[in-house]
Protein backbone atom coordinates (compact mmCIF):
# COMPACT_ATOMS: atom_id res chain seq x y z
CA UNK A 1 0.00 0.00 0.00
CA UNK A 2 1.05 3.45 -0.61
CA UNK A 3 2.92 5.27 2.08
CA UNK A 4 0.65 8.63 1.64
CA UNK A 5 -2.61 6.43 1.49
CA UNK A 6 -1.40 4.52 4.66
CA UNK A 7 -0.45 7.68 6.42
CA UNK A 8 -3.76 9.46 5.55
CA UNK A 9 -5.40 6.29 6.80
CA UNK A 10 -3.56 7.09 10.46
CA UNK A 11 -4.59 10.43 10.62
CA UNK A 12 -8.39 9.76 9.89
CA UNK A 13 -8.18 7.00 12.36
CA UNK A 14 -6.57 8.94 14.84
CA UNK A 15 -9.17 11.69 14.32
CA UNK A 16 -12.15 9.30 15.13
CA UNK A 17 -10.06 7.59 18.00
CA UNK A 18 -10.57 11.17 19.87
CA UNK A 19 -14.31 10.76 19.90
CA UNK A 20 -14.35 6.96 20.66
CA UNK A 21 -12.00 7.53 23.60
CA UNK A 22 -13.85 10.37 25.54
CA UNK A 23 -16.87 8.16 25.65
CA UNK A 24 -14.82 5.27 26.87
CA UNK A 25 -12.77 7.68 29.38
CA UNK A 26 -9.56 5.83 28.44
CA UNK A 27 -6.34 7.14 26.29
CA UNK A 28 -7.01 7.35 22.72
CA UNK A 29 -3.17 6.78 22.14
CA UNK A 30 -3.30 3.89 23.47
CA UNK A 31 -6.76 2.65 21.34
CA UNK A 32 -4.62 3.69 18.33
CA UNK A 33 -1.58 1.42 18.96
CA UNK A 34 -4.00 -1.43 19.90
CA UNK A 35 -5.55 -0.60 16.25
CA UNK A 36 -2.31 0.08 14.66
CA UNK A 37 -0.61 -3.41 16.03
CA UNK A 38 -3.85 -5.66 14.38
CA UNK A 39 -3.00 -4.52 10.81
CA UNK A 40 -0.60 -7.16 10.44
CA UNK A 41 -3.38 -9.40 9.98
CA UNK A 42 -4.87 -6.86 6.77
CA UNK A 43 -2.75 -8.38 3.88
CA UNK A 44 -2.32 -5.27 2.41
CA UNK A 45 -0.56 -3.41 5.68
CA UNK A 46 1.45 -6.63 6.10
CA UNK A 47 4.51 -5.67 4.78
CA UNK A 48 4.35 -2.06 6.27
CA UNK A 49 7.51 -0.76 7.91
CA UNK A 50 9.07 2.59 8.20
CA UNK A 51 12.70 3.02 7.88
CA UNK A 52 14.54 3.66 11.86
CA UNK A 53 16.28 6.23 10.77
CA UNK A 54 13.29 8.11 9.66
CA UNK A 55 11.48 7.68 12.86
CA UNK A 56 12.95 9.94 15.29
CA UNK A 57 13.49 13.20 12.65
CA UNK A 58 9.62 13.07 11.66
CA UNK A 59 7.81 12.70 14.55
CA UNK A 60 9.92 13.87 17.78
CA UNK A 61 11.03 17.77 17.05
CA UNK A 62 7.06 18.86 16.55
CA UNK A 63 6.04 16.73 19.65
CA UNK A 64 9.16 17.86 21.68
CA UNK A 65 8.66 21.21 20.94
CA UNK A 66 5.00 21.67 21.34
CA UNK A 67 5.95 20.06 25.00
CA UNK A 68 8.39 22.75 25.54
CA UNK A 69 6.18 25.56 24.77
CA UNK A 70 4.08 25.22 27.40
CA UNK A 71 6.97 24.95 30.30
CA UNK A 72 9.99 28.17 30.45
CA UNK A 73 13.28 28.76 31.99
CA UNK A 74 11.96 29.82 35.27
CA UNK A 75 10.24 26.36 35.55
CA UNK A 76 12.95 24.67 34.49
CA UNK A 77 15.09 26.71 36.95
CA UNK A 78 12.99 26.04 40.23
CA UNK A 79 13.21 22.34 39.16
CA UNK A 80 16.85 21.47 38.72
CA UNK A 81 16.65 19.10 41.45
CA UNK A 82 13.93 17.07 39.01
CA UNK A 83 16.31 17.51 35.79
CA UNK A 84 19.57 16.04 37.46
CA UNK A 85 17.73 13.05 40.00
CA UNK A 86 15.28 12.06 37.28
CA UNK A 87 16.38 12.66 33.97
CA UNK A 88 20.04 12.46 34.54
CA UNK A 89 21.02 9.75 37.91
CA UNK A 90 17.35 7.95 37.23
CA UNK A 91 18.00 7.72 33.34
CA UNK A 92 21.55 6.20 34.00
CA UNK A 93 20.67 3.93 37.11
CA UNK A 94 17.86 2.41 34.57
CA UNK A 95 20.50 1.97 31.57
CA UNK A 96 23.14 0.08 34.14
CA UNK A 97 19.97 -2.30 35.50
CA UNK A 98 18.67 -2.62 31.99
CA UNK A 99 22.50 -3.79 30.67
CA UNK A 100 22.96 -6.27 33.74
CA UNK A 101 19.63 -7.97 33.30
CA UNK A 102 19.50 -8.66 29.59
CA UNK A 103 23.34 -9.69 30.08
CA UNK A 104 22.57 -11.92 31.77
CA UNK A 105 19.25 -13.53 30.51
CA UNK A 106 20.72 -13.84 26.82
CA UNK A 107 22.84 -16.22 25.89
CA UNK A 108 26.00 -14.80 23.51
CA UNK A 109 24.96 -11.01 23.82
CA UNK A 110 27.82 -8.40 24.28
CA UNK A 111 28.11 -6.15 26.83
CA UNK A 112 27.59 -3.07 24.40
CA UNK A 113 24.41 -4.54 23.13
CA UNK A 114 23.20 -5.20 26.03
CA UNK A 115 24.03 -1.34 27.17
CA UNK A 116 22.23 -0.15 23.98
CA UNK A 117 19.18 -2.07 24.55
CA UNK A 118 19.19 -0.35 28.36
CA UNK A 119 19.88 3.24 26.47
CA UNK A 120 16.73 2.41 24.54
CA UNK A 121 13.98 1.48 26.70
CA UNK A 122 15.40 3.72 30.08
CA UNK A 123 13.91 7.21 29.38
CA UNK A 124 10.33 7.72 29.84
CA UNK A 125 8.46 9.43 26.61
CA UNK A 126 7.40 13.31 26.76
CA UNK A 127 4.96 12.49 23.61
CA UNK A 128 3.50 9.50 25.94
CA UNK A 129 3.41 11.69 28.92
CA UNK A 130 1.29 14.07 27.14
CA UNK A 131 -1.06 12.44 25.81
CA UNK A 132 -2.10 9.75 27.96
CA UNK A 133 -1.51 11.36 31.13
CA UNK A 134 -2.02 14.60 31.45
CA UNK A 135 -5.53 14.75 30.36
CA UNK A 136 -6.61 12.14 32.79
CA UNK A 137 -7.26 14.68 36.26
CA UNK A 138 -3.46 14.24 37.54
CA UNK A 139 -2.15 17.53 39.43
CA UNK A 140 -0.14 19.60 37.19
CA UNK A 141 2.64 19.88 39.74
CA UNK A 142 2.95 15.55 38.76
CA UNK A 143 2.60 16.54 35.00
CA UNK A 144 4.89 19.09 35.03
CA UNK A 145 7.36 16.70 36.72
CA UNK A 146 7.11 14.01 34.09
CA UNK A 147 7.22 17.00 30.99
CA UNK A 148 10.55 18.16 32.71
CA UNK A 149 11.96 14.72 32.85
CA UNK A 150 10.93 13.54 29.60
CA UNK A 151 12.24 16.48 27.93
CA UNK A 152 15.91 15.46 28.96
CA UNK A 153 16.33 12.10 29.70
CA UNK A 154 16.14 10.96 25.78
CA UNK A 155 19.32 13.00 25.71
CA UNK A 156 20.91 11.28 28.11
CA UNK A 157 19.87 7.89 26.70
CA UNK A 158 20.71 8.90 23.17
CA UNK A 159 24.38 9.31 24.19
CA UNK A 160 24.63 6.11 25.60
CA UNK A 161 23.00 4.46 22.93
CA UNK A 162 24.96 5.58 20.04
CA UNK A 163 28.40 5.31 21.62
CA UNK A 164 27.28 1.74 22.90
CA UNK A 165 26.05 0.81 19.27
CA UNK A 166 29.70 2.28 17.85
CA UNK A 167 30.92 -0.22 20.00
CA UNK A 168 28.87 -3.03 19.50
CA UNK A 169 29.55 -2.63 15.27
CA UNK A 170 33.08 -2.36 15.97
CA UNK A 171 33.34 -5.06 18.18
CA UNK A 172 35.57 -2.83 20.48
CA UNK A 173 34.77 -2.10 24.41
CA UNK A 174 32.48 -0.14 25.63
CA UNK A 175 34.17 2.32 27.85
CA UNK A 176 34.08 5.94 29.39
CA UNK A 177 34.41 7.90 26.38
CA UNK A 178 30.50 8.51 26.95
CA UNK A 179 31.16 11.00 29.39
CA UNK A 180 33.51 12.80 26.53
CA UNK A 181 30.56 12.76 24.09
CA UNK A 182 27.50 13.78 26.56
CA UNK A 183 28.94 16.73 27.55
CA UNK A 184 29.74 17.87 24.01
CA UNK A 185 26.29 17.18 22.80
CA UNK A 186 24.78 18.86 26.01
CA UNK A 187 27.02 22.07 25.16
CA UNK A 188 26.74 22.38 21.56
CA UNK A 189 23.58 21.69 21.64
CA UNK A 190 22.44 24.04 23.85
CA UNK A 191 24.62 26.56 21.65
CA UNK A 192 22.72 25.55 18.89
CA UNK A 193 19.44 25.63 20.28
CA UNK A 194 20.19 29.45 22.00
CA UNK A 195 21.74 30.72 18.41
CA UNK A 196 18.32 29.16 15.77
CA UNK A 197 15.91 30.54 18.25
CA UNK A 198 17.73 33.78 18.32
CA UNK A 199 17.16 33.61 14.46
CA UNK A 200 14.00 32.54 15.03
CA UNK A 201 12.95 35.56 16.76
CA UNK A 202 14.80 37.80 14.63
CA UNK A 203 12.90 36.12 11.40
CA UNK A 204 9.87 36.28 13.41
CA UNK A 205 10.06 40.01 14.20
CA UNK A 206 10.42 40.99 10.34
CA UNK A 207 7.18 39.32 9.06
CA UNK A 208 4.01 41.12 8.86
CA UNK A 209 1.54 38.04 8.60
CA UNK A 210 0.81 35.98 11.30
CA UNK A 211 0.89 33.19 9.57
CA UNK A 212 4.10 33.51 7.99
CA UNK A 213 5.18 34.36 11.92
CA UNK A 214 3.38 31.21 12.99
CA UNK A 215 5.34 29.18 10.00
CA UNK A 216 8.77 29.77 11.18
CA UNK A 217 7.55 28.20 14.10
CA UNK A 218 6.13 24.86 12.35
CA UNK A 219 9.80 25.09 10.66
CA UNK A 220 12.01 25.41 13.09
CA UNK A 221 12.07 22.30 15.37
CA UNK A 222 12.75 20.11 11.88
CA UNK A 223 15.85 22.66 10.92
CA UNK A 224 17.51 22.43 14.35
CA UNK A 225 16.75 18.90 15.30
CA UNK A 226 19.18 18.39 11.55
CA UNK A 227 21.02 21.02 12.49
CA UNK A 228 22.07 18.99 15.80
CA UNK A 229 22.31 15.86 14.38
CA UNK A 230 24.64 16.82 12.08
CA UNK A 231 27.02 18.32 13.87
CA UNK A 232 26.68 15.01 16.46
CA UNK A 233 24.62 16.87 19.29
CA UNK A 234 21.54 16.48 21.18
CA UNK A 235 19.01 17.56 18.64
CA UNK A 236 16.42 16.88 21.60
CA UNK A 237 18.20 18.66 23.97
CA UNK A 238 18.71 21.76 21.19
CA UNK A 239 15.38 21.95 20.22
CA UNK A 240 13.66 22.06 23.68
CA UNK A 241 16.29 25.22 24.07
CA UNK A 242 14.93 26.50 20.54
CA UNK A 243 11.48 26.40 22.14
CA UNK A 244 12.27 27.83 25.34
CA UNK A 245 14.45 30.65 23.97
CA UNK A 246 10.90 31.52 21.67
CA UNK A 247 9.15 31.12 24.40
CA UNK A 248 10.99 33.22 26.69
CA UNK A 249 11.16 36.42 24.07
CA UNK A 250 7.30 36.53 23.19
CA UNK A 251 6.31 40.63 24.04
CA UNK A 252 2.92 40.51 25.82
CA UNK A 253 1.18 42.62 23.18
CA UNK A 254 1.78 39.38 20.30
CA UNK A 255 -1.67 37.63 21.61
CA UNK A 256 -2.95 37.29 18.12
CA UNK A 257 0.51 35.53 17.42
CA UNK A 258 0.02 33.42 20.48
CA UNK A 259 -3.95 32.53 20.33
CA UNK A 260 -3.31 31.12 16.56
CA UNK A 261 0.00 29.62 17.49
CA UNK A 262 -1.87 27.60 19.71
CA UNK A 263 -4.70 26.44 17.97
CA UNK A 264 -2.10 25.49 15.07
CA UNK A 265 -0.35 23.32 17.13
CA UNK A 266 -2.75 22.02 18.95
CA UNK A 267 -4.02 20.44 15.54
CA UNK A 268 -0.28 19.62 14.58
CA UNK A 269 0.04 17.69 17.64
CA UNK A 270 -2.98 15.32 17.43
CA UNK A 271 -2.14 14.76 13.93
CA UNK A 272 1.53 13.74 14.88
CA UNK A 273 0.53 12.29 17.56
CA UNK A 274 -1.59 10.06 16.15
CA UNK A 275 0.78 9.43 13.41
CA UNK A 276 3.27 8.06 16.41
CA UNK A 277 1.28 6.06 17.57
CA UNK A 278 -0.01 4.28 14.94
CA UNK A 279 3.46 3.43 14.17
CA UNK A 280 4.20 1.95 17.37
CA UNK A 281 1.55 -0.05 16.76
CA UNK A 282 2.21 -1.15 13.71
CA UNK A 283 6.29 -1.87 14.54
CA UNK A 284 5.14 -3.69 17.24
CA UNK A 285 2.88 -6.02 15.10
CA UNK A 286 6.03 -6.73 12.86
CA UNK A 287 8.37 -6.87 15.76
CA UNK A 288 6.05 -10.16 16.77
CA UNK A 289 6.25 -11.17 13.34
CA UNK A 290 10.22 -11.55 13.40
CA UNK A 291 10.44 -12.88 16.29
CA UNK A 292 8.91 -16.49 15.41
CA UNK A 293 9.41 -19.37 17.39
CA UNK A 294 11.35 -17.60 19.30
CA UNK A 295 8.98 -15.35 20.41
CA UNK A 296 7.67 -16.96 24.00
CA UNK A 297 11.81 -16.86 25.34
CA UNK A 298 12.02 -13.18 24.18
CA UNK A 299 8.55 -12.38 25.80
CA UNK A 300 9.69 -13.29 29.26
CA UNK A 301 13.19 -11.93 28.78
CA UNK A 302 11.16 -8.46 28.04
CA UNK A 303 8.84 -9.02 31.39
CA UNK A 304 11.58 -9.13 33.72
CA UNK A 305 13.25 -6.11 32.21
CA UNK A 306 10.13 -4.32 32.36
CA UNK A 307 9.43 -5.61 36.08
CA UNK A 308 13.02 -4.63 36.64
CA UNK A 309 12.18 -1.22 35.13
CA UNK A 310 9.21 -0.76 37.44
CA UNK A 311 10.68 -1.59 40.35
CA UNK A 312 13.58 0.55 39.98
CA UNK A 313 11.38 4.23 39.83
CA UNK A 314 9.23 2.97 42.17
CA UNK A 315 12.49 2.37 44.31
CA UNK A 316 13.87 5.67 43.19
CA UNK A 317 10.31 8.12 42.95
CA UNK A 318 9.85 6.72 47.19
CA UNK A 319 13.19 7.70 48.04
CA UNK A 320 13.03 11.37 45.89
CA UNK A 321 10.44 12.33 48.11
CA UNK A 322 12.26 12.76 51.15
CA UNK A 323 14.20 15.19 49.17
CA UNK A 324 11.08 16.84 47.97
CA UNK A 325 10.10 17.66 51.29
CA UNK A 326 13.32 18.75 52.49
CA UNK A 327 13.06 21.25 50.24
CA UNK A 328 10.09 22.70 50.95
CA UNK A 329 9.14 23.64 47.50
CA UNK A 330 5.24 23.24 47.08
CA UNK A 331 5.82 22.93 43.33
CA UNK A 332 7.50 19.67 43.52
CA UNK A 333 6.94 16.46 43.33
CA UNK A 334 6.52 13.56 44.49
CA UNK A 335 5.45 14.69 48.28
CA UNK A 336 3.86 11.01 49.34
CA UNK A 337 3.80 7.91 48.79
CA UNK A 338 0.71 8.03 46.82
CA UNK A 339 2.50 10.49 44.29
CA UNK A 340 5.45 8.22 43.92
CA UNK A 341 3.94 5.49 42.82
CA UNK A 342 1.52 7.19 39.94
CA UNK A 343 4.68 9.33 38.65
CA UNK A 344 6.11 5.55 38.51
CA UNK A 345 2.73 4.18 36.47
CA UNK A 346 2.90 6.90 34.32
CA UNK A 347 6.59 6.56 33.34
CA UNK A 348 5.65 5.24 30.09
CA UNK A 349 7.65 4.41 27.32
CA UNK A 350 7.23 4.93 23.64
CA UNK A 351 8.10 6.60 20.74
CA UNK A 352 11.84 7.25 20.72
CA UNK A 353 12.37 3.53 23.15
CA UNK A 354 10.70 2.20 19.61
CA UNK A 355 12.64 4.34 17.04
CA UNK A 356 16.29 2.91 18.69
CA UNK A 357 15.38 -0.42 18.98
CA UNK A 358 14.80 -0.37 15.29
CA UNK A 359 17.92 1.39 14.94
CA UNK A 360 20.50 -1.67 16.42
CA UNK A 361 22.08 -2.66 13.17
CA UNK A 362 21.52 -6.36 11.90
CA UNK A 363 25.68 -6.65 11.23
CA UNK A 364 28.56 -5.71 12.50
CA UNK A 365 31.35 -3.84 10.64
CA UNK A 366 33.03 -7.38 9.35
CA UNK A 367 29.76 -8.34 7.52
CA UNK A 368 28.85 -10.41 10.23
CA UNK A 369 24.86 -11.03 12.07
CA UNK A 370 24.86 -8.65 15.35
CA UNK A 371 24.09 -11.50 18.01
CA UNK A 372 20.93 -10.86 19.29
CA UNK A 373 19.43 -7.83 17.12
CA UNK A 374 15.82 -9.61 17.31
CA UNK A 375 15.60 -10.53 20.65
CA UNK A 376 16.57 -6.65 21.67
CA UNK A 377 13.53 -5.52 19.48
CA UNK A 378 11.32 -7.88 21.13
CA UNK A 379 12.15 -7.00 24.33
CA UNK A 380 11.84 -3.49 23.61
CA UNK A 381 8.12 -3.92 22.02
CA UNK A 382 7.66 -5.93 25.38
CA UNK A 383 8.37 -2.70 27.42
CA UNK A 384 6.57 -0.58 25.77
CA UNK A 385 3.46 -2.47 26.06
CA UNK A 386 3.64 -3.16 29.65
CA UNK A 387 4.50 0.72 30.79
CA UNK A 388 2.22 1.79 27.91
CA UNK A 389 -0.81 0.26 27.47
CA UNK A 390 -1.12 -1.24 30.93
CA UNK A 391 -1.06 2.31 32.21
CA UNK A 392 -2.67 4.40 30.29
CA UNK A 393 -6.26 1.33 30.39
CA UNK A 394 -5.65 1.74 34.60
CA UNK A 395 -4.57 5.28 35.25
CA UNK A 396 -7.98 6.35 35.76
CA UNK A 397 -8.46 3.13 38.20
CA UNK A 398 -5.23 4.07 39.95
CA UNK A 399 -5.71 8.22 40.04
CA UNK A 400 -9.03 7.65 41.82
CA UNK A 401 -8.03 4.60 43.75
CA UNK A 402 -5.51 6.54 45.32
CA UNK A 403 -7.47 9.29 45.69
CA UNK A 404 -4.69 11.76 43.84
CA UNK A 405 -7.37 13.07 41.79
CA UNK A 406 -9.19 15.38 44.67
CA UNK A 407 -5.28 17.38 44.96
CA UNK A 408 -5.93 18.14 41.36
CA UNK A 409 -9.08 19.21 41.87
CA UNK A 410 -7.98 21.64 44.60
CA UNK A 411 -5.25 22.42 42.41
CA UNK A 412 -7.94 23.87 39.96
CA UNK A 413 -9.80 25.59 42.37
CA UNK A 414 -6.97 27.70 43.36
CA UNK A 415 -5.86 28.44 39.87
CA UNK A 416 -9.63 29.67 39.36
CA UNK A 417 -9.23 31.60 42.02
CA UNK A 418 -6.18 33.27 40.53
CA UNK A 419 -7.87 33.55 37.20
CA UNK A 420 -11.43 35.52 38.62
CA UNK A 421 -8.60 37.88 40.45
CA UNK A 422 -6.67 38.37 37.58
CA UNK A 423 -9.86 39.12 35.35
CA UNK A 424 -11.06 41.77 37.95
CA UNK A 425 -8.34 43.61 38.38
CA UNK A 426 -7.84 43.79 35.07
CA UNK A 427 -11.14 45.22 34.29
CA UNK A 428 -11.57 47.46 37.25
CA UNK A 429 -8.04 48.99 35.83
CA UNK A 430 -9.34 49.66 32.83
CA UNK A 431 -12.54 50.94 34.08
CA UNK A 432 -10.49 53.45 36.68
CA UNK A 433 -8.85 54.92 32.98
CA UNK A 434 -8.96 58.72 33.41
CA UNK A 435 -10.56 60.01 29.98
CA UNK A 436 -11.25 56.68 28.51
CA UNK A 437 -14.68 56.16 28.60
CA UNK A 438 -14.59 53.11 25.96
CA UNK A 439 -11.99 51.47 24.17
CA UNK A 440 -11.74 52.03 20.42
CA UNK A 441 -12.84 48.36 18.92
CA UNK A 442 -9.47 47.15 18.12
CA UNK A 443 -8.09 47.75 21.19
CA UNK A 444 -11.26 45.99 23.31
CA UNK A 445 -10.54 42.94 20.95
CA UNK A 446 -6.98 42.71 22.02
CA UNK A 447 -8.03 42.59 25.40
CA UNK A 448 -11.26 40.15 24.96
CA UNK A 449 -8.38 37.85 23.43
CA UNK A 450 -5.65 38.68 26.33
CA UNK A 451 -8.71 37.53 28.84
CA UNK A 452 -9.23 34.19 26.77
CA UNK A 453 -5.58 33.24 26.45
CA UNK A 454 -5.70 33.87 30.88
CA UNK A 455 -8.92 31.56 31.19
CA UNK A 456 -7.03 29.03 28.87
CA UNK A 457 -3.93 29.23 30.86
CA UNK A 458 -5.61 29.23 34.47
CA UNK A 459 -9.20 28.12 33.78
CA UNK A 460 -12.35 29.12 35.00
CA UNK A 461 -14.98 31.02 33.26
CA UNK A 462 -14.78 34.77 32.24
Given at each position: MDTL??????????????????????????????????????????????EPDLILPLFLPPLLFATAQRTSWGLFRRRWRTLVGLALLLTTASIAVVAGTVWALVPGLTFAVAVAIGAAVSPPDPVAVEAVAAPLGIPRRLVAVLQSEGLFNDAVALVVFQTAVAAAVQQQPFGPGVLLRFGYGLVAATALGMALGAAAVWLRGRLGAVAAR?????????????????????????????????????????????LSGAALWDVIELLVTGLAFGLIGIELGWAVREAGDQLPAMLGTGVVVGLALLGLRLAWLCGWTGVVRATG?????????????????????????LALALAIPTTLEDGGPLPGRTEMVVVASTVIAMTLLLPAFTLPLV???????????????????????????????LRALPGLPELPEDRAAQVRAALAELEAMLGGPA
Open positions: VILVVIALVSILMVGIAERLDVAWPALMVVIAAGTGLVPAWRDVHVNAVTLVLPFAVYLAAEELQASGVVAVVVAALHIGSRQEPEQVEDRDPTAAPRTLREAVVLTWCGMRGLATVRGLGVDREAEREQAAEDRVAARARDAVVAH
